[in-house]
């Protein structure tokens, strides 16, 4: 291999100001590098001359100017080939290089990062040198915050002699590995790389131990790779663990993700005893945490018959669970992922009239604007939780059921605005129509008087469009379409366009398009139809 010779080279002249630190060049490969250059004070040690003339780093700089995550303290023990690569980035340094070092830079932020690059590109001799180095330290570099990818790209890269090399390594600390916040990382990635029967005798070690690793921060993940990536049948002791433990798993941190695991890719009649434990304490998951997460999974990703009777446990009890922080999601869910005929059901509950059958906590007896109101849905669209539920049904009803729901909401609107939660109703109502197109035949705004409806002439409050004037009809004459007139103390600047009028199902719906006055008096002209208030006729 090439002896490299490291050369200082003469001080040069001083930067900018007269106190201004001197530079010093290092000569490698023929290369002149400065190594305290320009990005002197963004990790590179400072230094300065003495009356000597040598250079040396001072204590209180140096504790200074550490690169970000390295400890200070730690840096007089670096060997001198890692001390330049870190300030001075040697473009020419390569893996024959740091023969004696490797594994020095495998535990370095920037050394690690070095040998990975290197790796992908290298040729096998180069590949092999490294891992000769490598491996009479691999198990502490496998624990290492940095020594782990290095690791982990033999068993990405490497041949499969070395790849058994280094399971033959774990062999007997698969446990402790997966348990460990580095080396559970490492285990991952042999379980991805390696043939089936290593893996299955990888996964073997945690046989009597699955519940530690699945309710730990580390070992959940290697337990959920298991399952990822073993064949089923090589995973009933997995599954066997679980039983009699479901509830506790389920409304786990970290054991909420293994069990939806379970349920991805077990077969059927694994997972069977699972889901049987589910549906007995399905009514407490539904509010848990973390174990809602886990029956919304079901209702997503499960078969129809398991989405069904997780539905059926919904039926009577949808309006008392939207109102709660967890369960909301769950019947957010349902109603999602239900048929028709189920979704319908679900629905018709928040139609109801009466919502003290609810709970007394939520129902609500009477309104700040004094409507006296307890009905479901008045109750649903004003809480923080439920009006996701009443925005999520008028997203994925079918049509004759979203213009009833639409229907029944818009009396309300108007009160909506009073209340912080309503507004998204309110939102969730004019996102509807709009999409429709103004086809849907139903009015957005209850009217101020049964017969006609005055036209606001103050801007929207979501655009720059207003509209003023009034609309007259007289539906008693027949008259072919309703008229548009203009208030004559309306502003000049204003004009506005009549787009669509008509009369359907007995009600009045009017669309129309106009200027408005900028910030800089220059009216701005606004393309997008805005739907008016409406009236029954």
Sequence with gaps: MENHAFLALPLKGLRGHQNCQQQRLLLFKNQAVNLFGADAGRGHLPFVPTAAGAMFPTLASSMQGTLPGS????????????????????????????????????????????????????????????????????????????GNYVIQKFFELGTPEQKQILVHRIRGQVLTLSLQMYGCRVIQKAIESVGLETQISIVKELDGCVLKCVKDQNGNHVVQKCIEYVPSEHLQFIVDAFKGHVHSISTHSYGCRVIQRILEHCSADQTAPILAELHQCAESLFKDQYGNYVIQHILEHGRTEEKSRIIGL???????????????????????????????????????KDSNHIQSSIATAVSSDDRGDTSVLWTMMKDQFANYVIQKMLDVAEHPIRKELMTRIRPYLNSLRKYTYGKHIINKMEKCYMKSGGNCHLPLFPPPAPDTVSLSSEPSSDSSTAIAGALTTDWQAEAPSPSLDFDEESPPHRGYQLLHCGKTSGLIYVSAKGESPSTDGEPDTVDRPVVSEMVEA
């Excluded at 390569?94 to 040998?115: C, K, M, N, P, W």
């Excluded at 039926?315 to 319908?344: C, D, P």
């Design 71 to 146: 400890n200070p303290m730690a840096i007089p023990e670096r060997g001198r080939l890692l001390e330049d690569y870190r300030y001075s980035r040697l473009p020419l340094l390569t893996l024959q290089d740091l023969a004696g070092h490797i594994v020095e830079f495998a535990q370095d932020q920037y050394g690690s990062r070095f040998i990975q690059q290197k790796l992908e590109q290298a040729s096998a001799v180069d590949k092999t040198a490294v891992f000769r180095e490598v491996l009479p330290h691999s198990y502490s570099l496998m624990t290492d915050v940095f």
């Design 314 to 352: 919904l039926r009577g009890r949808v309006a008392a669970l939207s109102v709660h922080k967890f369960a909301s999601n769950v019947v957010e869910k349902a109603v999602t992922n239900a048929n028709r005929q189920e979704r319908q059901a679900l629905i018709n509950e928040v139609l109801e």
